[in-house]
């Protein structure tokens, strides 16, 4: 079946200290993959994703993630947290394909002490 | 500026009511999506339009119809056969190839 996991629900950072966020996948087609940010109340918007070529790719606000075939994982990294990237994040994989449907993991809520 | 237009962003419904959510875009894109979100679950999929005059079902299209009569507007109605619409609707839209744009949201409640 397709599934995306975000193992962590919750995750409590200091500001200044680095992030990683953790997400596995389970899709048997050529996957695209992407992570989106979500402020209380509001809609998602796009920090980066993944097609194809390099596997390290780089999103905004400082944010990188890596695609690793091997383990089915494309976890989020930032190197120093600030207390704005408190929010929700959202980890999600499409097939290369013309319908779009995404599957989304089911969330980790960050919370950044200061 | 481009972008998707939901609305209204806070919607009561009374019980055995249909209420209609709506969202617009124009960002010319042709696919566009309604996802329903539940705390800890995470984004369900329930109608997806790849063109105007054509929809599918998602995963969780009972209680829920479409229609897409233009390019630009995708509304969901809600209807009194889904027994638990309490949540925070997402509408998206997308170009191929690419990643979704999200409209801010509308949450709907049942009083």
């Known amino acids: 079946a397709q599934s995306v996991t975000q193992p962590d629900i919750h995750i409590t950072v200091s500001e200044g200290a680095s992030l990683e966020l953790r997400c596995n996948y389970s899709?048997?087609?050529?996957?695209?993959l992407f992570w989106y940010v979500q402020s209380p109340g509001q809609g998602l918007q796009l920090l980066l994703k993944y097609f194809s070529g390099d596997t390290l790719v780089q999103g905004i606000k400082g944010f990188e993630a890596e695609f690793k075939r091997s383990q089915s994982s494309f976890n989020l990294r930032k190197p120093s947290v600030h207390w704005s990237d408190a929010a929700e994040y959202f980890c999600?994989?499409?097939?290369?394909?013309?319908?779009?449907?995404?599957?989304f993991g089911q969330g980790t809520t960050l919370q950044v002490k200061p | 500026d481009g972008g998707i237009t939901q609305s209204p962003k806070y919607l009561f419904r009374k019980e055995g009511q249909n209420v209609t959510l709506s969202c617009e875009q124009n960002?010319?894109?042709?696919?566009m999506y309604w996802y329903r979100q539940d705390p800890g679950q995470g984004l369900r999929l329930i109608y997806y339009?790849?063109?105007?005059?054509?929809?599918q079902k998602g995963d969780i299209a009972e209680g829920y119809s479409v229609s897409r009569e233009k390019k630009e507007s995708f509304p969901l109605t809600v209807t009194s056969a889904q027994k638990n619409p309490t949540a925070f609707y997402l509408c998206a839209s997308r170009i191929p190839g690419d990643g979704y744009t999200f409209g801010s949201g509308t949450r709907l409640t049942v009083v």
């Open positions: 899709y048997g087609a050529t996957p695209y």
């Open positions: 960002l010319n894109h042709d696919a």
């Open positions: 339009s790849q063109i105007v005059n054509d929809f």
């Open positions: 999600a994989v499409g097939a290369v394909g013309n319908t779009g449907k995404l599957i």
